[in-house]
Each structure stands twice: as C-alpha cells, then as structure tokens.
C-alpha cells in the first residue's frame, strides 16, 4: 500500500532554490576579477601571500594533476586536514564530503553505504570502487578498517565506469597511504576515552639502502568496552577489539623502475551487534532499552592482504602492473528472534579469497594529446554460511536439527579492458574520450540442498565524454556523460527459486561543474549539477518467513541534485571548509511494487552539509594551539521502498583542541558530543507489519590524545 500519494513539493522546492543559489555562487565566483590574475601556490594577489591553501595533486584519472584542473566533483583530504580532524574510518571521511554516507552496517564485513541516492544492497556489491595504492579492493567485507597511516584520501562522485570499471558505479575512493621515507622517523600515539576506550598507533619508516630500498611499518591497537546496553544480559553490546598491521617496501630498481610492496594483517573482535525489534512509532526513540538480545554477541575477522605495484616512468610511456591477493574470514554469533527469551541462535560464517591483475600503459601528462589503456582481471571465491539452530537456553546451540541452514558457495571470474584519451582542443580546452567493457561470471551452489547450482554473465560497456574549459588557470568549467555498472549476483537459496537471481544495476550521470581559486589562492570551490539515471537499482530486504536477506531491482530511479564545495583561508593558521549535497531521489518504475512510484529511494538522503574550521595559534617560538570545530546535518532517510518507516535529520558536532610542538602533540578531542544516534542498518517489517529490526550506532565518545614523532 503506497502510504504517501503527495510529492514532496516543499523539498523540490528547496532544491530548485538551492540550485539556483548555487548556480548563483558559481557565477559570481567565476566572474570576480581577482580571478585573472589569481596564480594558485604563488600568492600573487596582494596581501593575500601568506595565507594560500596549499595545493593539492590528485590522481583521479589514473596520472597526477592539480584538484582544480580535474573535471571531477572531488573531495579531496590531505594529511594535514586528516590529523587535525582526527579522521581514521571510511565513515569519518564520507562525514565530510556532499552526498555520501558511510556506515559499519550489520557487522564489521558488512559496509552500509550511499552516495549520491544510490545505497548499497547488503550481500551485494559496493557503490563505489575502493582503491589503496593502486590496488582495488576486491569485495565490500574488506572496506571497513582501519586507515589510521594514510596521507591522503580522493572521494570522487558520480559514475567512474571508465577508469575503475564495475561497482564504480556511485563513485570511487582513491586511499594512498604514507610513503617510506629516505630517513629514519617515527610515531607513537595513544589515547584514552569514554567506556575505557584505548587506542594505540605507532610508525617506523627509514631506508636499508638509502635512495634505493626503503621500508615503512605501521599497526593500531583498540580496545573498547562499549556504550550500548544489552538489557537482557547487562554487559555491553558494542565491546570490541581491533589490531591492524601493515608493511611496505619500495625498491627504487633504476631511474625508470620502481616496485611497491605491501602487506596488511588485521583482527577484529567485536560485539556482534544483531538487532533490536522496534515499532514504528518508537522508530527514532534510542533512550529506552529495545536491545534485548539474549545471547552475548561476537562478531571475529581477520583479514590477509598483500599486493605489488612494478611502475616505469619513461620519455615517451609509462607502464604498470598491480597485483594483488586477499583474504577475509568472519563469524558472526548472536541472536535470531532478538527477544529476550531464548528461542534462535544464529552463526553466519563469511570467507573470501580474491586475486587480481590490472596492467596500464599511458602517455606523458604533459603531452597535447594523453592515452591511457589497460586491462583487469579478478578471480574471487565466497563463502556464505548461515545456520539457525535453536537455543538450549543458555546462549548456546540445542542438539538436534537446526531450524535453518544455507551454506553458499559463490565465484566470481571477471575481466574487463578500458582505455582513456584527452586531447587538448585549444590550449585552454579538453577533449576526453574513455570506455571500458567488464564482463563478470558468476555461479552459486548451496551444499545444503541438490540442484541449487546456478550461474549467470554480467556483461556492460561503460562509455565516457567529457569537455573541460580553463579560461583561466585557476578555473575550470566542465561537461560529462559517463555510465557505471554495478554487477548481479544470487540471493540464498532459502529466499526461493524464483528470487534467486538480481540483475546488475546500470547508471546514467549527465554533469555540468566548475571548480577553481580566487583571491591568490585564498579560496577554492567547486560546484555542480547532475542526473543520475538508474536501471535495476538493487533494493535489500530481509523476510522472517523463510529467513532471508534478499536482493531485489527497482526498475528505473531518478536522482537529480546538486553539490558545493568551498576552503577559506582567510588568515593565517585558519581554514573553514563547507560542503552541501542535494538530491531529489525518485522512483520512477517498479514492477514489484507500483505504488512505489514517485516515492523517494530507500536512505537516500534529500540533504547533507557539513562545515568545519580548525585554527593553529603560535604561543611561543616552538609551541602552538590547534583547535578544530567540525559539524554535519543530514536529512531524513526512509528504509522501504513505501516510505513507511523514517529516521528524521540528524546532526553531530566534533571537537578537539591540542597543544602542538615540531615531535609532539597532546589535547582533547570529542566526536558526536549530542550523543546522536541512528540505525546504521535497518529493515522495514522484517518480523512483520509494523515490527522492525534496527541496528543502532554507537553514542559519542571522548577521551585523550598524545602523540610523539621523531
């Protein structure tokens, strides 16, 4: 039953007046006459030399460029903005950026994320490409970890089908993490918060032969007792125990070649935080006790990864291979009636192995006319184990047959081949071309039950086109078509031979943008307008009867929006950023449900925006005060497809303040200082009408920090 037949006028409303401002703000930016003369990274603008933002070069497009000369919407985070915010999680980076949320979802495997209207189906494949260093991770169980010894993070929005190829199709996120150094250094840092919450960092890097091999080693540590009530049992829901290791070395063979190795190890050991049953009419209600699991929940993880990237940097061509492996292994125990009497137990084992091989060749950055071409494969393997046995009444599993078991079985072999070229028009205008074909084959056998076996090929040609115009140095005016593939993939078994099956999903993302600097540099932005046009949007859902997490397509969804991006400096030691994402989220078809239409898409945000500042105060020769303010609002979101069940806006505030010398630092800090809470995953009538599962986040925290370099 379609519960709203009304649009939302007064958002569309809101949005059309937001567009407008924005086109406005763009324009006269564009046209300030500072702008001819501004010269980014030089200051040449009177009185404005000292407090220029530094410049910051992105790889997006596969080769290194200026964040203003890339005709991409970007979200760009150097290291300095990542110390003084404190940021380490995937979540905490997308906090900052328009229109993406990043979220733990069910477990520490199972990301919850969306951007730009598009939210990740749980089971299924990420919106968004994730590389580190080159090396694009192979399955969403291995995104969220810790990147607590990164130098920098690129969040680029919209369709990257071209360059990054399937589940590109929301965006993708470029991590590169800190290099070896030709010197010895280091760092130790610890900090101490609320729920006694320890948290550990240290770093080591230095050459074994100096300019030739060159090594840096990296590992956290944190140990948590939780926020979150269990009321059944009285211990703490959220507990948890995290390490992460990770190794590289860089040999530097010549002049020319170069060779990168990495290695990761992490291990979780958290609450595994089930689900509480919750009714619609205390959906946004989070101080009463509705976390009444009887068991005490584990949710255990490591993760294996190593990878080598071989480059060569040539006159006239640049070559390189990036070769990775993964592993995950995961076991999630806890409840499955989440009530306090003892009914259902349930143990979800997840195991993924995958091997992948890119190749590039490209030409010279500075050439009039730059290619680049290349080729993907990945082999992947997954296991996906979920058994229900009944509780004996202890927490534990009862003899005798169990009250539901899936074991799956899936693999993944997948290749595709993609090509770019720009070609300088005029001096001050680009050309860009790009296409990419994936192909990806999958099958699915549940061991449980005979004749489960089936298999599909997943198949898109993801082409691109772009203009790109820089009347001047420090502006650029851009236009883009490009599409994006997200792949499909087979619910369990259990859910029924009929939704076995999910098609992949396709978008369509028409673009207009500018971005730039004025004032010498002082300030930059960045402005944009898209449509976004979905097929086979994938919709996820879980049913009691049978049990089941399954997949679904919407037909066709609509997302038009908007985003802004501006950095003042307008002093020295002070710098304010703002972000404001739009979206006016639709569905436009659905066979399964027509009296969806025109409803807004499940947890796409209508709205974000974000705004923080942070100011460094000398106090003597060698000491200074750093202080950061950071605060988001989001929009309400609904979870079904009938817009039945909503989570209002929401908004969080960070703080910190530190004392800061060359080799150490030591202060405060507090993120979510309200204590605001949300469902970071949930699911609109799972247990029937009205009776809801949510999984809540975590309340603020606060503590402690020190830090010491050398």
Same mark, same amino acid.
């Given at each position: 039953?379609?519960?709203?037949?009304?649009?939302?006028?007064?958002?569309?409303?809101?949005?059309?007046?937001?567009?407008?401002?924005?086109?406005?703000?763009?324009?006269?930016?564009?046209?300030?006459?500072?702008?001819?003369?501004?010269?980014?990274?030089?200051?040449?603008?009177?009185?404005?030399?000292?407090?220029? $933002?530094?410049?910051?070069?992105?790889?997006?497009?596969?080769?290194?460029?200026?964040?203003?000369?890339?005709?991409?919407?970007?979200?760009?985070?150097?290291?300095?903005?990542?110390?003084?915010?404190?940021?380490?999680?995937?979540?905490?980076? +997308?906090?900052? %950026?328009?229109?993406?949320?990043?979220?733990?979802?069910?477990?520490?495997?199972?990301?919850?994320?969306?951007?730009?209207?598009?939210?990740?189906?749980?089971?299924?494949? *990420?919106?968004?490409?994730?590389?580190?260093?080159?090396?694009?991770?192979?399955? /969403?169980?291995?995104?969220?970890?810790?990147?607590?010894?990164? *130098?920098?993070?690129?969040?680029?929005?919209?369709?990257?089908?071209?360059?990054?190829?399937?589940?590109?199709?929301?965006?993708?996120?470029?991590?590169? %993490?800190?290099?070896?150094?030709?010197?010895?250094?280091?760092?130790?840092?610890?900090?101490?918060?609320? *729920? #006694?919450?320890?948290?550990? #960092?240290?770093?080591?890097?230095?050459?074994?032969?100096?300019?030739?091999?060159?090594?840096?080693?990296?590992?956290?540590?944190? =140990?948590?007792?939780?926020?979150?009530?269990?009321?059944? +049992?009285?211990?703490?829901?959220?507990?948890?125990?995290?390490?992460?290791?990770?190794?590289?070395?860089?040999?530097?063979?010549?002049?020319?070649?170069?060779? =990168? !190795?990495?290695?990761?190890?992490?291990?979780?050991?958290?609450?595994?935080?089930?689900?509480?049953?919750?009714?619609?009419?205390?959906?946004?209600?989070?101080?009463?006790?509705?976390?009444?699991?009887?068991?005490?929940?584990?949710?255990?993880?490591?993760?294996?990864?190593?990878?080598?990237?071989?480059?060569?940097?040539?006159?006239?061509?640049?070559? &390189?291979?990036?070769?990775?492996?993964?592993?995950?292994?995961? $076991?999630?125990?806890?409840?499955?009636?989440?009530?306090?009497?003892?009914? !259902?137990?349930?143990?979800?084992? $997840?195991?993924?192995?995958?091997? %992948?091989?890119?190749?590039?060749?490209?030409?010279?950055?500075?050439?009039?006319?730059?290619?680049?071409?290349?080729?993907?494969?990945?082999?992947?393997?997954?296991?996906?184990?979920?058994?229900?046995?009944?509780?004996?009444?202890?927490?534990?599993?009862?003899?005798?047959? @169990?009250?539901?078991?899936?074991?799956?079985?899936? %693999?993944?072999? +997948?290749?595709?081949?993609?090509? +770019?070229?720009?070609?300088?028009?005029?001096?001050?205008?680009?050309?860009?071309?790009?296409?990419?074909?994936?192909? #990806?084959?999958?099958?699915?056998?549940?061991?449980?039950?005979?004749?489960?076996?089936?298999?599909?090929?997943?198949?898109?040609?993801?082409?691109?086109?772009?203009?790109?115009?820089?009347?001047?140095?420090?502006?650029?005016?851009?236009?883009?078509?490009?599409?994006?593939?997200? &792949?499909?993939?087979?619910?369990?078994?259990?859910?029924?031979?009929?939704?076995?099956?999910?098609?992949?999903?396709?978008?369509?993302?028409?673009?207009?943008?500018?971005?730039?600097?004025?004032?010498?540099?002082?300030?930059?932005?960045?402005?944009?307008?898209?449509?976004?046009?979905? =097929?086979?949007?994938?919709?996820?859902?879980?049913?009691?009867?049978?049990?089941?997490?399954?997949?679904?397509?919407?037909?066709?969804?609509?997302?038009?929006?908007?985003?802004?991006?501006?950095?003042?400096?307008?002093?020295?030691?002070?710098?304010?950023? *703002?972000?404001?994402?739009?979206?006016? /989220?639709?569905?436009?078809?659905?066979?399964?449900?027509?009296?969806?239409?025109?409803?807004?898409?499940?947890?796409?945000?209508?709205?974000?925006?974000?705004?923080?500042?942070?100011?460094?105060?000398? @106090?003597?020769?060698?000491?200074?005060?750093?202080?950061?303010?950071?605060?988001?609002?989001?929009?309400?979101?609904?979870?079904?497809?009938?817009?039945?069940?909503?989570?209002?806006?929401?908004?969080?505030? =960070?703080?910190?303040?530190? $004392?800061?010398?060359? &080799?150490?630092?030591?202060?405060?800090?507090?993120?979510?200082?309200?204590?605001?809470?949300?469902?970071?995953?949930?699911?609109?009538?799972? !247990?029937?009408?009205?009776?809801?599962?949510?999984?809540?986040?975590?309340?603020?925290?606060?503590?402690?920090?020190?830090?010491?370099?050398?």
């Amino acid at each position: 039953m379609k519960l709203f037949e009304m649009k939302d006028r007064a958002h569309r409303t809101s949005l059309r007046r937001g567009v407008a401002a924005l086109l406005a703000a763009g324009t006269a930016l564009a046209g300030m006459p500072a702008l001819a003369q501004a010269d980014m990274g030089t200051g040449s603008a009177a009185g404005s030399g000292d407090y220029v $933002l530094e410049e910051i070069t992105v790889t997006a497009r596969k080769r290194a460029e200026s964040l203003v000369e890339v005709p991409e919407a970007i979200t760009a985070f150097d290291e300095r903005r990542i110390e003084t915010a404190g940021l380490r999680s995937l979540g905490e980076f +997308s906090a900052m %950026t328009p229109n993406i949320n990043i979220n733990a979802g069910s477990g520490a495997g199972y990301p919850n994320i969306m951007v730009r209207g598009l939210a990740q189906a749980q089971g299924g494949e *990420a919106p968004i490409a994730v590389v580190v260093d080159g090396v694009q991770i192979s399955q /969403p169980a291995f995104i969220n970890r810790d990147y607590g010894d990164v *130098a920098q993070v690129e969040v680029l929005r919209g369709p990257q089908g071209s360059l990054y190829g399937r589940n590109a199709i929301g965006g993708a996120i470029n991590i590169t %993490t800190k290099q070896p150094t030709n010197e010895l250094s280091g760092m130790v840092k610890a900090s101490y918060g609320v *729920a #006694d919450t320890v948290t550990l #960092d240290a770093s080591l890097s230095g050459p074994i032969v100096e300019d030739k091999v060159l090594f840096r080693l990296a590992g956290s540590y944190k =140990d948590t007792d939780g926020r979150i009530t269990n009321q059944t +049992s009285g211990l703490k829901a959220d507990y948890g125990e995290s390490s992460f290791a990770s190794g590289r070395l860089i040999f530097n063979l010549s002049e020319d070649w170069t060779l =990168d !190795l990495r290695g990761s190890y992490g291990k979780d050991k958290l609450g595994g935080l089930s689900a509480e049953v919750v009714n619609t009419a205390d959906w946004n209600d989070f101080k009463p006790g509705y976390f009444v699991n009887d068991p005490r929940q584990s949710d255990e993880r490591e993760i294996w990864d190593v990878s080598a990237k071989l480059d060569f940097e040539g006159d006239y061509l640049s070559f &390189s291979s990036i070769t990775g492996f993964s592993k995950l292994d995961e $076991l999630q125990k806890g409840d499955a009636d989440f009530m306090a009497a003892p009914m !259902l137990l349930q143990h979800v084992e $997840l195991g993924v192995e995958a091997f %992948t091989q890119e190749v590039r060749l490209s030409s010279p950055s500075n050439d009039r006319f730059r290619w680049l071409v290349g080729a993907f494969y990945q082999n992947r393997d997954t296991t996906n184990f979920l058994d229900i046995p009944f509780d004996d009444g202890t927490g534990n599993p009862a003899p005798g047959p @169990l009250a539901v078991s899936s074991h799956d079985v899936g %693999t993944s072999k +997948s290749w595709a081949g993609f090509g +770019s070229a720009s070609y300088d028009i005029l001096p001050s205008l680009e050309l860009t071309v790009g296409a990419r074909y994936d192909e #990806d084959k999958r099958t699915s056998i549940d061991e449980v039950f005979a004749n489960s076996d089936v298999a599909s090929t997943f198949t898109s040609f993801q082409p691109k086109v772009q203009m790109a115009w820089k009347p001047s140095r420090d502006l650029n005016l851009y236009a883009t078509y490009g599409e994006g593939f997200g &792949s499909g993939g087979f619910n369990a078994y259990i859910a029924g031979p009929s939704a076995r099956r999910y098609d992949a999903q396709t978008a369509k993302n028409y673009e207009v943008g500018l971005k730039g600097a004025v004032l010498g540099g002082t300030v930059t932005y960045g402005a944009s307008l898209f449509q976004v046009d979905y =097929d086979n949007q994938q919709l996820f859902f879980i049913i009691a009867n049978p049990p089941s997490q399954n997949i679904v397509n919407i037909d066709q969804t609509r997302v038009r929006g908007a985003e802004l991006e501006l950095t003042v400096r307008p002093a020295e030691g002070l710098q304010i950023a *703002a972000g404001l994402g739009l979206t006016d /989220p639709e569905i436009r078809a659905f066979a399964l449900d027509p009296s969806a239409v025109g409803n807004r898409t499940p947890q796409a945000t209508k709205y974000t925006f974000n705004l923080n500042g942070d100011y460094t105060m000398p @106090l003597t020769a060698d000491l200074d005060l750093r202080a950061y303010a950071g605060y988001r609002r989001q929009s309400s979101v609904y979870w079904d497809a009938a817009n039945s069940l909503r989570t209002g806006p929401k908004d969080f505030v =960070d703080l910190r303040l530190f $004392l800061d010398t060359e &080799s150490w630092s030591a202060g405060v800090f507090a993120k979510n200082i309200g204590n605001t809470q949300y469902p970071t995953q949930a699911a609109a009538h799972a !247990l029937g009408p009205d009776m809801h599962l949510r999984i809540p986040s975590t309340r603020g925290v606060y503590g402690v920090e020190a830090s010491y370099r050398f």
